[in-house]
Structure formats: structure tokens, C-alpha cells
Nanobody
Framework: EVQLQASGGGLVQPGGSLRLSCTTS????????IGWFRQAPGRQREGVSF????????WYRDSVKGRFTISRDNAKNSVNLKMNNLKPEDTAVYYC????????????WGQGTQVTVSS
């Protein structure tokens, strides 16, 4: 069945960096856009970044622009999120999700990985 596995989270100090990975299987990865979401304690889930199947559409929420970089490796069915200059406000569980073109909602979701930014 469909699997999306987020990994790479951890505890870092403000200003530090992490690289999250989303490894997938069970669907036509090359045909799906991949989004990163996060949910902080006591807050609603929010979109962080998105990359389209052909990489011609990339989106970041304003608060992470210039700090986060999304990329995909279709040969490995994976997506990465490089996170630089991390801030305490970035603390959250980060999830990756897949969306097929024409779908209004994301089709598949992973379980997420914890990112904690604290001094």
C-alpha cells in the first residue's frame, strides 16, 4: 500500500539546520506533487512548502522563505526539505503528503517527524 515516511527531525539550537526526507512507495511518485506540513503544539496544521511533479511549481509559506529549500528525487521516490537558520517558531511535527494533479486535497499523508528548536 501507499507509504510516506518522514525522517530527519531532531533537537537543534536556534540558527541550526536540519534536512528532512520523505521516502515514498506504493503510488506513481513522478505524477504527484509533494507538500510539507507542520503542526505545532496547540496550533492548527499549516502548509510549509510544495513542489510539483515536474518541479516547475514551488511554494513556501512566507515565514520560511529564504531559509527552507524543497527538492525532489524522482529516481528515489523521495522529497527533501532543507531547513536552515531554524527558529523556535519552527518547532512542530513535520508531515509530508502527496497530491495528484486535479485533486483539491492531498491524497496521501505520512506520520511525521518531530523538529524541536530550542536553546
Amino acid at each position: 500500500e501507499v507509504q510516506l515516511q518522514a525522517s530527519g527531525g531532531g533537537l537543534v539550537q536556534p540558527g541550526g539546520s536540519l534536512r528532512l526526507s520523505c521516502t515514498t512507495s506504493g503510488f506513481s511518485f513522478d505524477d504527484y506533487g509533494i507538500g510539507w506540513f507542520r503542526q505545532a503544539p496547540g496550533r492548527q496544521r499549516e502548509g510549509v512548502s510544495f513542489i510539483s511533479p515536474s518541479e516547475n511549481r514551488i511554494w513556501y509559506r512566507d515565514s520560511v522563505k529564504g531559509r527552507f529549500t524543497i527538492s525532489r528525487d524522482n529516481a528515489k521516490n523521495s522529497v527533501n526539505l532543507k531547513m536552515n537558520n531554524l527558529k523556535p517558531e519552527d518547532t512542530a511535527v513535520y508531515y509530508c503528503a502527496a497530491k495528484s494533479p486535479g485533486n483539491s486535497d492531498y491524497n496521501y499523508w505520512g506520520q511525521g517527524t518531530q523538529v524541536t528548536v530550542s536553546s
